[in-house]
């Protein structure tokens, strides 16, 4: 669990699904699933555990009755400004240690790392299921599932 000012008490999991959530103003479940690099059924879980903590709230999609939208409510909002809030300060708090040049040095580090490590990841999931990205894209490079998109 991750401390927070006052109930809900969440899961890191939990707080990966608010910060997605709160950068629209709702999601069609695929899309939140592909955001969240989960399952459609993983991230229907995860919406719900919000929804229970009143974070979230599930509609039904008004184009596609078959389909649920999931928005963040003023609580979730709020409590996705406060954990924002504590992680700034406690960086903060950790860079204040190193002058300016040490912070521009280990922001570029840092982006060559995660840059790095997203490719690595990239091909090691690739050669583990046998695709390349060319396999996965049509000839437009849209993705050539044919799923019917939700939008509020």
């Known amino acids: 669990m991750i401390w ?3 109930p809900p008490q969440l899961t ?7 910060d997605l959530l709160v950068t629209r103003p ?6 939140f699933a592909a955001g969240l690099d989960l399952s459609p059924s993983g991230a229907t879980r995860a919406a719900d555990r919000l929804v229970n903590d009143r974070l979230a ?3 039904v999609c008004k184009q596609d009755k078959r389909s649920h939208l999931v928005s963040a409510t003023r609580k979730g909002r ?5 954990l924002m809030q504590s992680r700034l300060d406690i960086v903060s708090q950790a860079l204040a240690g190193f002058d300016q040049t040490e912070r521009l040095a280990l ?3 840092t982006e060559r790392f995660i840059t790095q490590l997203d490719a690595a990841l ?3 999931t690739d050669a583990q299921v046998g695709l390349t990205h060319d396999d996965e ?3 437009e490079g849209q993705h050539t599932t044919d799923r019917t998109r939700c939008e509020d």
């Open 78 to 82: 709020r409590v996705q400004r406060t």
């Open 57 to 59: 709230l599930r509609t």
């Open 107 to 109: 922001a570029d580090l």
């Open 12 to 18: 890191i999991g939990q707080v990966d699904s608010l």
């Open 26 to 31: 709702s999601w069609n479940m695929i899309d």
């Open 4 to 6: 927070e000012p006052g």
């Open 122 to 124: 990239r091909t090691e």
């Open 137 to 139: 894209l049509g000839s």
